[in-house]
């Protein structure tokens, strides 16, 4: 029907000059359409308001929103990420968008707590046999025991961290104290453990040292290594607590704001890089010069074995140069196959000194790299997160899958400090031996 405000020709009443709409609001409105349809179809911005855009920026996009501009998640994701929230009707605010994909997240997280479970498995008989030798020797260094125990606590804050994700998905690391406690935790063993792994390792090339250096001066750099341990250790488990510091300001009302949880994001990634770097680098410089010291002390046995063998009258030269060419292409144990006599008991003793200082040099350079390898991996992974905004959002798959990375490097701690299996005639303790 025609409005009765446009019959005639040119011709307008005062009413129907007052009821048209300004020209810029003008809405096409299908003819066939019911009134109800048209209103769905067609937003009303008779009232001047402009339409609500969706989230589109640096962190990700939203591709469908309410009239609110509150992003709509699709089915099995949300925008519950840890430390930065993209969820804020916490705070009465939108949801941004929803980076979360649910069935991935519980996915990620099962293997962590499983993984975790069974890392729990291995790290219980290494302490038990470290607190027996401990127990059985008073001058048996307590650093194995105290990094074991650092990589328990760690293993144990990941097995609850990942249960509790499993259980309750909907509660967020830097917002939740019962979640931001387990990482805080495992952050703080991984500090503990290896700053003590650390000063263990200089603290055995320096004891090797004295008869050069002196015992002050040994002495010496002991403590001055671990002033750098306290240092170092409380600057970085201070970095750690950023999560938790993060989830007591917001359960007071502080740090609400999206900026400031994106500055306790960008604080946290940073100082995981620093720490992660630090300590690789850190770690290939003991090493080398740890490998340097066990190469003199295994020198030092070739001499030693060199000077029994010149000692005694009833070993033949040609015998000697056996003894001396098996040692340099084998393990001491071979020695008794190349002479084909009986080794001497006097020989024993330092056959087996011998033997222990190859296999304990080996066993730190395998130890050290697979630990080099996930403290190198894990700075790259964090400063790719730290310098790529779109990562800010997506905190919740970095924490598990960087926990299975720990796990990988805590795995070549536990093996290096764990009992082995004796080779006949041999020790059963291959590094407390050395």
């Not at 201070?238 to 994106?262: D, K, N, V, W, Y």
Request: hydrophobic share 45%.
């Amino acid at each position: 029907q025609v409005p009765p405000c446009q019959l005639g020709r040119g011709k307008q009443t005062r009413s129907c000059r007052t009821r048209r709409s300004p020209p810029h609001h003008r809405i096409p409105v299908p003819m066939n359409a019911s009134l109800l349809s048209d209103q769905a179809a067609w937003p009303d911005f008779s009232s001047g308001e402009e339409p609500t855009s969706c989230y589109a920026g640096f962190l990700g996009r939203c591709y469908e929103c309410d009239a609110q501009g509150s992003c709509i998640c699709g089915l099995n994701r949300n925008g519950m990420s840890d430390l930065l929230a993209m969820d804020r009707s916490k705070w009465d605010g939108d949801t941004l968008f929803c980076p979360n994909y649910e069935p991935l997240l519980l996915g990620i997280n099962a293997i962590a707590c499983m993984a975790a479970a069974i890392a729990l498995v291995r790290v219980v008989p290494a302490i038990r046999f470290q607190a027996g030798q401990a127990r059985g020797n008073a001058s048996h260094p307590m650093a194995p025991l105290i990094i074991l125990a650092a990589l328990f606590v760690g293993t144990l804050s990941l097995l609850l961290y990942s249960a509790l994700k499993l259980g309750l998905p909907d509660r967020m690391v830097g917002f939740d104290p019962m979640m931001s406690i387990p990482v805080v935790l495992r952050d703080a063993a991984t500090v503990i453990g290896l700053e003590v792994h650390h000063l263990h390792v200089v603290s055995i090339a320096l004891n090797s040292q004295v008869t050069g250096l002196g015992e002050q001066r040994v002495l010496d750099a002991k403590v001055r290594q671990f002033r750098h341990c306290i240092i170092k250790a409380t600057l970085f488990c201070l970095l750690g607590m950023l999560p938790l510091i993060q989830s007591i300001c917001a359960t007071a009302g502080r740090s609400t704001s999206f900026e400031a949880q994106t500055a306790f994001t960008l604080a946290f990634a940073l100082g995981k890089v620093v720490h992660f770097s630090s300590a690789a680098v850190v770690l290939r410089v003991e090493t080398r010069s740890l490998l340097k010291s066990f190469a003199k002390s295994i020198d030092a046995a070739h001499a030693g074995i060199m000077v029994a063998l010149g000692g005694s009258a009833q070993v033949s030269l040609a015998e000697r140069s056996n003894v001396r060419s098996a040692m340099a292409t084998s393990p001491a144990s071979s020695v008794n196959q190349t002479t084909n006599t009986p080794t001497p008991p006097y020989l024993q003793p330092l056959l087996d000194e011998l033997d222990n200082l190859r296999t304990a040099s080996e066993n730190i350079r395998t130890n050290a790299r697979d630990l080099f390898n996930s403290l190198a991996f894990s700075t790259c992974v964090w400063l790719m997160l730290a310098i790529i905004p779109p990562m800010w959002s997506r905190v919740s798959y970095f924490i598990p899958l960087m926990s299975l990375v720990w796990l990988f490097g805590s795995g070549s701690l536990v093996k290096l400090y764990a009992m082995r299996m004796a080779r006949p005639a041999r020790a059963a303790s291959i590094i407390q031996h050395v």
